[in-house]
């Protein structure tokens, strides 16, 4: 159904007709889906959740991405929840295809949609759109594989310095296919991006949720002390060996425990053994990730006007105006 709704928007299809559809972004662990689910019950319209985050699209990826329970999924429709293995990959472009697809249904139904999730580069795709990059080559990328990952970031920060800060030393696939493009098509990354609209899609509006530090920071360790009763470990078990080479595996929260279980210890630094140095690893991890999260979502509230609600204190502030939203 979805892939015959995105050929339909291909070919023309008027989405712009569409009433407006909220994203509702921010931070991780700041409690975005639970107000979403909230908003949705005590909202009287048929209103329908996109996933715009990473790592719920994977299928048995579900402690660690504190993915909607079994019984939210049942009870609110959502899209883009388990649709890939964790293997299989999944990308900005594929986001941007199937979120416009969703949307076609969703209203085509007479419902209105709510886009829930943090994953920047889902987010800068469906409301700035798409730059065509060239296709794959076996060739220079059987030639790349041959370098480290410090001689890749070195390589690219020397051509293209603006996506080498982006992507980091660590993400090899990434740097990997930002030096195939420059090799393919004589441009880099940031000139084809450079390319795309620099006005937001109108047909959304953008919300960002976060929080104070004195309460977000008990939430990480509550959330982190949560997952690991309800089993992380036997579930990163399981996708370890199911799935032995999914990029997935390295999100926060599965890296760390990864390591656990093969008793990697990190480089420079000394940890408590046992249960106590993991959840100190995850709880630093998912703290450097909101770091990152907020410092990208200051720059991209540059770009585009931008909501913002700060929990506890906006909560009822932001249940109004969510309903005025979806009045309309």
């Known amino acids: ?66 993915k909607p329970s079994a019984t939210d999924l049942r009870e609110i429709p959502h899209h883009l929840v388990d ?89 090899r696939y990434r740097l990997v296919r930002a030096l195939e493009i420059i090799c393919l098509s004589g441009k880099t990354p940031t000139e084809l991006e450079n390319q795309i609209p620099k006005a937001a899609d109108p047909r959304f509006e953008l919300w960002i949720i976060d929080r104070d530090g004195s309460e977000l920071e008990p939430r990480i360790l509550s959330r982190t002390r949560q997952m690991l009763d309800d089993g992380l470990i036997d579930e990163v078990k399981k996708l370890s060996q199911d799935y032995p080479r999914a990029r997935a595996l390295n999100a926060v929260g599965y890296a760390e425990v990864l390591r656990h279980l093969r008793d990697e210890l990190p480089e420079g630094r000394k940890i408590k053994p046992g249960l106590p ?25 540059k770009r585009v006007e931008a909501r913002q609600f700060v929990l506890d204190r906006d909560h009822s502030l932001a249940i109004t105006e969510f309903q005025k939203f979806y009045s309309v």
Request: aromatic share 8%; no cysteine; glycine share 10%.
């Open 1 to 66: 159904m979805l892939e015959f709704l995105a050929a339909s928007l291909k070919n023309g299809s008027n989405v712009e007709r569409m009433s407006k559809t909220l994203i509702l972004t921010g931070p991780t662990a700041t409690g975005k889906t639970g107000l979403a689910l909230e908003m949705l019950r005590q909202h009287d319209g048929h209103i329908e959740i996109i996933n715009a985050d990473s790592m719920l699209v994977y299928r048995g990826m579900d402690i660690g991405t504190a």
């Open 277 to 301: 140095g993991l959840i100190d690893e995850i709880t630093l991890s998912t703290r450097q990730l909101v770091k990152s999260q907020r410092t990208w979502f200051r720059g991209f509230s």
């Open 83 to 171: 649709i890939r293995n964790p293997d299989e990959p999944f990308t900005a472009g594929d986001f941007y295809r199937l979120v416009n697809a969703a949307l076609l249904e969703i209203h085509a139904r007479g419902n209105r949609a709510l886009i829930v999730g943090g994953t920047s580069f889902y987010l800068k795709a469906l409301l700035f759109g798409l730059w065509e990059g060239p296709g794959t080559s076996p060739e220079i990328r059987s030639e790349l594989e041959l370098f480290s990952n410090e001689e890749l970031y070195s390589e690219l920060a020397g051509t293209d310095s603006v996506s080498a800060t982006r992507i980091g030393r660590s993400d």
